[in-house]
């Protein structure tokens, strides 16, 4: 069974920035894309970004420019570098391949 598991989220001041982790698991982690996919409060679920084995990336805009999606295929890890975070950042971050997902992140950011 593949397992996600994210870690690295928390409170976090208006500007600042977090970096998240999601340790993969029992899958070839090297040759495929990895998601990672956001849910604020009271809302649907919203996509990131995404990366490939060879380190292609796709970006939302609402975070491209602020956010930086990198994997480390020795580790079976992908990391999410948030920066410049905003309020309307604060959600729930999972980590995504194909139909399985980690418990998720809260990012809570807040002055």
């Known amino acids: 069974q593949v397992q996600l598991v994210e870690s690295g989220g928390g409170p976090v001041q208006p500007g600042g920035s977090l970096r998240l982790s999601c340790a993969a698991s029992?899958?070839?982690?090297?040759?495929?894309?990895m998601n990672w996919v956001r849910q604020a409060p009271g809302k649907g679920l919203e996509w990131v970004s995404r990366?490939?084995?060879?380190?292609?990336?796709n970006y939302a805009d609402s975070v491209k420019g602020r956010f930086t999606i990198s994997r480390d295929n020795a580790k079976n890890t992908v990391y999410l570098q948030m920066n410049s975070l905003k309020p309307e950042d604060t959600a729930v971050y999972y980590c995504?391949?194909?139909?399985?997902w980690g418990q998720g992140t809260q990012v809570t950011v807040s002055s």
């Open positions: 990366i490939n084995g060879l380190g292609s990336t």
């Open positions: 995504n391949y194909r139909g399985f």
């Open positions: 029992r899958f070839t982690f090297n040759s495929n894309w």
